[in-house]
């Protein structure tokens, strides 16, 4: 049998965003179908409209945890403008934060990507909960992030002879927007009621 | 009680979803049911959204799934094969009845007509 080959950085995508493995067979679907005679457009177009598809629900998913992250990232970016405009060494701590900014976007956009939901099925899957380690990795990641970053700070603040009130204030929202939904995070816990696909209708 | 109280509204993918794998009967998966829709609506049809449209259905206990076998022409992936669940049918009938009834209260919509 003579197969067709689908587009190598289509099927690139969706082996490096999850899709791949965490919804295969949507992914032996879309193949299944190129190999029915689809376009090379039509796999590109479902592909990004698969992947587009998985973010969202990801996002859905750990919209607890975003809005937690974006309320703490909002309030530690305003923080550190203000000070950024009154006293701190403004191309460095402008650097850094831009950087840090910069980084943390790209990598929430790669971790919202990967597959934090996988569909219940009965051969592969033990656990019913949705998959968010992704994301706590990512909120690990941010954690250590922002403690070194405000480590840093604390260490120019010492330097620079200024007050360390503005620092402990960054550094409580820090805590508010990133330790505390880690904290809170759910533990594994048996789902009610669900019976495997056997007793279908 | 519990049942009555959460009452499941299907959106409209979710029910021409849900009606498409009722047609299918046990050949419904993925492929099958985004050819069925595209069929029936002149549209292409996203297989991301369909599965994203059917695993909210699972959620809500309106349709099961399984796996199959994997198969070489599918990259040794799997088909995840899909049913209708009996408060799946419940609820496309309730659907049903509620879009008739407020079909008919549109005279001027009847035969078609715009």
């Known amino acids: ?6 587009p190598v950085p289509a099927t690139w995508l969706l082996t490096r965003l999850g899709i791949a493995d965490g919804n295969a067979p949507l992914a032996g679907d879309l193949l299944e179908e190129f190999q029915s005679g689809r376009s090379v457009a039509w796999y590109y177009r479902q592909t990004f409209m698969a992947i587009a598809t998985g973010m969202y629900r990801n996002a859905w998913v750990a919209r607890r945890y975003l809005g937690a992250f974006s309320i703490g990232y909002a309030a530690q970016a305003g923080v550190a403008f203000i000070l950024w405009r009154n006293s701190w060494p403004s191309v460095l701590h402008g650097i850094a934060f831009t950087t840090l900014a910069v980084v943390m976007v790209i990598l929430l956009l790669g971790t919202l990507s990967r ?12 656990s019913d909960l949705p998959k968010l380690e992704s994301f706590f990795e990512f909120s690990f990641f941010a954690v250590v992030a922002f403690g070194s970053y405000l480590m840093m700070y604390g260490l120019v603040a010492l330097l620079w002879r200024q007050s360390l009130r503005e620092w402990a204030y960054t550094e409580s929202i820090w805590f508010l927007g990133f330790i505390v939904p880690d904290l809170i995070r759910p533990r594994s816990q048996p789902r009610r009621g669900r019976q495997s696909a056997r007793g279908q209708a | 009680m519990e049942q009555m109280a959460r009452h499941n509204s299907l959106g409209e993918f979710e029910l021409m979803v849900l009606l498409a ?47 199959g076998d994997p198969t070489a022409s599918r990259g040794g992936r799997a088909k995840r094969y899909f049913r209708s669940t009996q408060q799946g049918l419940r609820e496309v009938r309730e659907t049903q009845r509620v879009l008739m009834s407020l079909w008919r209260g549109l005279p001027a919509l009847e035969g078609g007509k715009a």
Do not use: F
Request: charged share 35%.
């Open chain 1, 115 to 126: 597959p934090l939901w996988r569909p219940r099925d009965t051969k592969h899957l033990g």
């Open chain 2, 21 to 67: 794998l009722i047609r299918l009967g046990d050949d419904a998966y993925g492929v099958t049911i985004s050819r069925e829709i595209e069929n029936c609506s002149g549209r292409e049809v996203a297989l991301g959204s369909v599965y994203a449209a059917l695993d909210r259905l699972e959620e809500k206990d309106l349709v099961r799934s399984k796996l």
């Open chain 1, 1 to 6: 049998m003579n197969l067709r080959k689908p």
